[in-house]
């Protein structure tokens, strides 16, 4: 096997920046908020040059001590980022820092998934598939479709069932993918302020259960938080208001059972779930 390029790097950094951009364009964010998401994207591993060769470049399996050593990566590439600045910093540091967590909370750093900015999943699906379609000192490039296998065998516990979805069709069609300049764009209205979009009224329903059936149940104020991190908020309105009750169950939600604790007013508030086969 020959060594991991600086070459090789940068053009797996564009194919994982450019599916990242689509799958973003896909989830309906705006697209200005798609394009930081793509430009963020590419410094994903810029930890990776703080790696030492041998670890980086190692023909077979990491030892434990070797991969305690590449885990470092992201916070490194985090911090070598640190200088960036404005909402693509902001997103480019997260992004590296995780875009190794898992869904389930088993990635590199045990990171509460609900914790992590919503377009970093985005990235991280896109980085495990072209790693596995591209050679490594490690290992040779992957067919595709074993690549897509893999990645439906991770379904619910590297990545969100949901995710995983939506990001089978962009595999299957990678190669093109990563070549096009443009992509289509959804035509809906939207007003944008600071990269970041107000949804109409339909939009926002949609948004609200889409986000349910990813998430699973979930309060109204986490619902507030989850579309905040997609791009659906203004940067500069950070007390936004958290769906009605009216708003929620119009997008097809219903109340689940349980109660979740308010961790500011310390009461007991109604956590919300999809009501399945319902589109708003």
Not at 223 to 247: D, H, M, Q, W
Not at 250 to 260: I, N, S, W, Y
Request: charged content about 25%.
């Amino acid at each position: 096997m020959k060594q991991y390029s600086y070459m090789e790097q940068q053009n797996e950094e564009r194919q994982v920046a450019r599916l990242s951009e689509i799958m973003a364009l896909k989830h309906n964010l705006c697209p200005t908020f798609a394009k930081h998401i793509r430009a963020a994207a590419l410094l994903h591993d810029m930890g990776k040059f703080k790696i030492p060769g041998k670890v980086l470049n190692k023909p077979g399996k990491l030892n434990k001590r070797e991969f305690d050593v590449m885990k470092t990566h992201t916070f490194l590439g985090a911090a070598l980022l640190s200088s960036i600045q404005g909402e693509i910093g902001v997103m480019a540091r997260a992004i590296a820092l995780y875009h190794h967590e898992w869904h389930n909370g088993q990635g590199y750093w045990r990171k509460n998934p609900f914790e992590i900015p919503g377009y970093v999943p985005f990235v991280a699906i896109s980085d495990v598939f072209i790693a596995l379609v591209s050679e490594r000192p490690y290992k040779s490039a992957w067919p595709v479709e074993k690549a897509i296998e893999y990645i439906c065998e991770q379904a619910g516990t590297q990545f969100s069932p949901a995710l995983v979805r939506m990001f089978i069709p962009l595999a299957r069609k990678h190669n093109e993918t990563v070549k096009e300049d443009n992509v289509d764009i959804p035509k809906e209205t939207r007003r944008e302020s600071y990269g970041a979009v107000l949804p109409t009224v339909k939009q926002r329903q949609s948004l609200i259960l889409a986000i349910l059936k990813e998430r699973g149940p979930m309060t109204a104020q986490e619902v507030a938080c989850e579309l905040y991190k997609r791009g659906y908020t203004p940067s500069n309105e950070r007390n936004f208001a958290a769906p009605r009750i009216t708003e929620l169950r119009e997008a097809g939600a219903v109340e689940a059972t349980g109660k979740k604790m308010c961790s500011t007013s310390g009461r007991s508030v109604t956590v919300w779930a999809a009501c399945e086969g319902k589109t708003p």
